[in-house]
């Protein structure tokens, strides 16, 4: 069960180690833009604009301070259970 007086022990013990010098990491989320295979992918824009688009917001988080990144395909809907070979093989190449 959840005892939030021990959130620096549990911290310590995990995220703590993947941050060893910051006391309070700050983890931003970055949101790539629709994928190929659904409803809102640019085709003008293509692969090339969903980098540009990721590559900017990565910079302006990592001005900012933030200390770690976390990518996700929030604009792909509507939602799938399964993922898509277009989404699976697009996601890594973006944060090339």
């Known amino acids: 069960m959840f005892d ?10 995990r995220t703590g180690r993947m941050f060893p010098s910051v006391n309070k990491p700050l983890i931003a989320m970055a949101h790539l833009a629709a994928l190929p295979g659904t409803p809102g ?19 302006v988080l990592c001005d900012v301070g933030f200390d770690a990144i976390l990518f996700c395909n929030e604009n792909d809907r509507p939602y799938e259970l399964r993922a898509g070979l277009a989404s699976a093989a697009v996601m890594p190449f973006t944060a090339w």
């Not at 939030?4 to 013990?13: I, S, Y």
Request: proline share 7%; net charge neutral.
């Open 41 to 59: 992918y640019d085709p003008a824009g293509g692969i090339r604009g969903v980098i540009d688009n990721l590559r900017r917001d990565v910079a």
């Open 4 to 13: 939030p007086r021990n959130v620096d022990e549990r911290f310590a013990g």
